[in-house]
């Protein structure tokens, strides 16, 4: 096997580990015309040529047991779809627990739809062909009954981003759950984000050039349809979603792109590499007065914006944060355009909620950005409390 194939693999599997999100799970690449997989109860962060095996649809069945089952799923799972080129079985904390309520899980922030897909799906048994129709359609994430959860991307380096994305979403789901709930990206909305951020955005991941404009006309005139489809199962299944927004300003940002946004996004890995200690940062602005501005979305934060709601401050925070913190309305797309407008609309707060997006701060530095990331994500988890 390919040493690049095992280091890759390795690199990453440090990392899953690291963030706790596998405890008994698998990792696997494209190789050939087959996968390279983990091996069972293989230690993540010592990964080594015999910790790797090549399966393919030859030697398949010479496999046993629980391992059989899993690489004949990422197997499924990586064939289904030329765009991927990685995959995984995870079952961090939240998304183990969440998996238990054998429910789908529907987009409650814009990375969920970009990343994930329309709608999370639960698979009704944990086989094979169960796990592939879930996977099905405009969805790279399903939910394994009491098992944790299925996610396939184009690389290993946009799997990490996936899965974090996919544990943070359901520990919001778990959370809110006292709070009155979180608000859902309604289906055309979240397809639109996932075929803007798919077919019109160079991958930062891959590296990989744009798709073909062919291509794109094609996926962006198929999206209307497949969203009916999806607001059908999104109201079969009893969720259903919702979002405060402008329609006709959301077109524009649709049309504009977000090259920028996505870019940005992508180069925060779970918030490791991007040198602001896991505040996840997913981009900085200077405004016309000099003072800078940011978004970003770590894990309590995107817990209160999945909410989308203003939040009361509990006593300890409240000399330094106020006795609330507003919660703007979503916008869909956070274009420059888009995201100008939702400075102006924060006006002269320092820091305030914008729904299914994350927090946005402004300050006179870099350290003070920081700083207000870090207390809003202290401010949120004792809101949680």
């Known amino acids: 096997m390919d040493n690049k194939i095992i280091n890759a693999i390795s690199e990453y599997a440090k990392l899953f580990g690291s963030k706790g999100y596998i405890?008994?799970?698998?990792?696997?690449?494209?190789?050939?015309?087959?996968?390279?997989?983990?091996?069972?109860?293989?230690?993540?962060?010592?990964?080594?040529?015999?910790?790797?095996v090549f399966v393919n649809d030859k030697n398949i069945e010479s496999f046993e047991g629980n391992f059989r089952a899993a690489a004949v799923i990422l197997f499924c799972a990586i064939r289904q779809d030329k765009m991927s080129e990685a995959a995984a079985i995870v079952d961090s904390d939240a998304i183990l627990k969440y998996s238990s309520k054998r429910k789908p899980l529907q987009p409650v922030m814009d990375n969920v739809a970009k990343l994930l897909g329309v709608t999370v799906k639960c698979a009704s048994k944990n086989v094979a062909a169960e796990i592939v129709t879930a996977l099905s359609g405009y969805r790279n994430a399903c939910l394994m009954p009491d098992a944790g959860a299925v996610i396939k991307a184009r690389s290993l380096k946009e799997l990490i981003e996936a899965v974090n994305v996919l544990?943070?979403?359901?520990?919001?789901?778990?959370?809110?759950?006292?709070?009155?709930?979180?608000q859902h990206l309604n289906p055309?909305?979240?397809?639109?984000?996932?075929?803007?951020?798919?077919?019109?955005?160079?991958?930062?991941?891959?590296?990989?050039?744009?798709?073909?404009?062919?291509?794109?006309?094609?996926?962006?005139?198929n999206a209307a349809g497949a969203a009916e489809v999806e607001k059908a199962d999104t109201a079969a299944s009893g969720e259903n979603g919702s979002q405060s927004e402008n329609e006709s300003e959301n077109s524009d940002s649709a049309q504009e792109g977000e090259n920028q946004d996505v870019t940005q996004s992508a180069q925060n890995i779970s918030g490791e590499n991007d040198g602001n200690g896991g505040l996840e940062i997913v981009r900085k602005v200077t405004l016309e007065s000099g003072k800078l501005a940011a978004l970003a979305c770590p894990r309590y934060v995107s817990a209160v914006a999945a909410i989308g709601k203003p939040m009361t401050v509990t006593a300890e925070y409240k000399d330094r944060l106020g006795e609330e913190i507003n919660c703007l309305p979503s916008r869909m797309i956070l274009s420059d355009k888009a995201f100008g407008k939702a400075?102006?609309?924060?006006?002269?707060?320092?820091?305030?909620?914008?729904a299914q997006h994350g927090v946005i701060v402004m300050g006179d530095s870099e350290q003070e950005l920081n700083d207000a990331i870090a207390l809003t994500?202290?401010?949120?988890?004792?809101?949680?409390?």
């Open 23 to 52: 405890e008994s799970g698998y990792i696997a690449v494209r190789e050939s015309d087959g996968i390279a997989i983990t091996v069972a109860k293989a230690d993540l962060n010592n990964i080594g040529e015999n910790d790797v």
């Open 167 to 182: 544990d943070k979403a359901c520990m919001a789901e778990l959370l809110a759950e006292d709070k009155g709930g979180t």
């Open 188 to 221: 055309l909305n979240a397809l639109i984000e996932q075929v803007v951020y798919k077919f019109t955005t160079r991958s930062e991941y891959t590296g990989k050039p744009e798709a073909q404009d062919a291509e794109k006309s094609q996926s962006v005139e």
């Open 343 to 354: 400075l102006e609309l924060a006006g002269e707060t320092k820091v305030c909620f914008i």
């Open 377 to 385: 994500e202290e401010a949120c988890k004792a809101y949680f409390a």
